[in-house]
């Protein structure tokens, strides 16, 4: 357009100056009719032309704006939609009166309604995915999140009992516990989105709470756990051992649609490396309460593995993990293989 302003400026200012050449022809002062003659300015059939100019200015009117193949922003005139990475791993959503921004699999909207603002989480699993474009359903794992449950172990008989010999690792089941953060998961879908091999990474928290007035430690001489009983401690309030351990699983998980969610059935393998381990004992002597930790190897196996499987419906599942590989190393402790029953909450 500015070409075609310019063009008409550049005609109008020439006329003048052929009127003053053709003053001295009285019989061509008809001439003027030269100003219908510029079909030059008619001849803007250049602006259907400039299909080219269109085109250069084009992006700004765009509905889709793409950075560096990273960061995604859809607008249009009812909303506003940014997310980050292919998978949309982080959205951001303007939709009139609400704000949606999730995280992975889960959310929180924002409401302004006539009544106040209203803020609840969401779950992916429910909230209708509003895509500009078509793509491929991708497989979801269900490791990252939130364990909770008991810890226990079993005798090599396969019995909760303890036989006499190693009655002072009897357990108080209703303080023994376990506690993880699953903080990382990666599933590959095995050519579908229901079923596929899910691995990850976490932190897991065990407290075993001895029921007796002791605790335990290792012997001088032989180097084996044994029944350890402070001489100062009139009264043993509360005694325990704890450890942590970083997990890493495989497994296979399979994804049954139910409704608008999914039942999520896996199970495999998990491994566990020992990163610290202590026992605490809070007592009663002379001069009023005290305690003590002391932090060992406890003869633990630094490595080991288990055998899960887990069962859920949407974010919420059950937990159960054995592991076959014996708490203490051989001979050098009582043979108990731990095992944790209780509830995960995915992210």
């Given at each position: ?74 607008e ?50 429910d ?49 023994s ?25 976490g ?72 990163l ?45 993990t ?26």
């Amino acid at each position: 357009m500015k070409k075609i302003i310019l063009l008409l400026i550049a005609s109008a200012m020439l006329l003048p100056v052929r009127a003053q050449q053709v003053d001295s022809i009285p019989e061509v002062t008809a001439a003027p009719e030269v100003e219908e003659a510029p079909v030059v300015e008619e001849a803007p059939v250049v602006e259907e032309a400039p299909v080219v100019e269109e085109a250069d200015v084009a992006p700004a009117y765009a509905d889709t704006v793409n950075v560096v193949g990273a960061v995604e922003v859809i607008e249009t005139p009812e909303s506003t939609r940014v997310t980050l990475g292919q998978n949309e791993v982080f959205i951001v959503e303007e939709n009139g009166d609400t704000v949606r921004v999730v995280l992975g699999s889960r959310g929180i909207s924002i409401v302004e309604g006539e009544n106040g603002t209203e803020i609840k989480v969401i779950d992916m699993d429910d909230y209708p995915q509003k895509s500009y474009r078509h793509k491929k359903k991708r497989f979801r794992p269900h490791y990252a999140g939130i364990e909770l449950g008991l810890s226990s172990y079993l005798t090599a008989d396969n019995s909760l009992t303890l036989p006499p010999e190693d009655a002072y690792m009897d357990l108080n089941t209703g303080r023994s516990y376990n506690f993880g953060i699953n903080f990382v998961d990666v599933g590959v879908g095995l050519g579908t989105d229901k079923i596929g091999l899910v691995t990850g990474m976490g932190f897991e928290y065990i407290n075993y709470n001895f029921n007796g007035q002791n605790s335990i430690r290792k012997d001088d001489i032989t180097g084996a756990i044994g029944e350890y009983v402070p001489d100062y401690a009139a009264n043993i309030t509360k005694s325990k051992m704890t450890m942590w351990y970083l997990t890493v699983p495989l497994l296979i998980e399979f994804q049954i649609p139910a409704g608008r969610k999914r039942v999520n059935l896996s199970t495999g393998v998990i491994g566990g490396l020992k990163l610290c381990s202590r026992t605490k004992i809070k007592y009663n002597s002379a001069g009023g309460k005290a305690k003590e930790v002391l932090k060992g190897d406890y003869n633990l196996y630094p490595v080991r593995y288990g055998f899960t499987a887990r069962a859920g419906y949407g974010f919420m599942h059950l937990y159960a993990t054995y592991y076959p590989t014996s708490l203490f190393k051989k001979d050098l402790g009582p043979v108990l293989y731990p095992f944790h029953i209780g509830l995960f909450f995915a992210f």
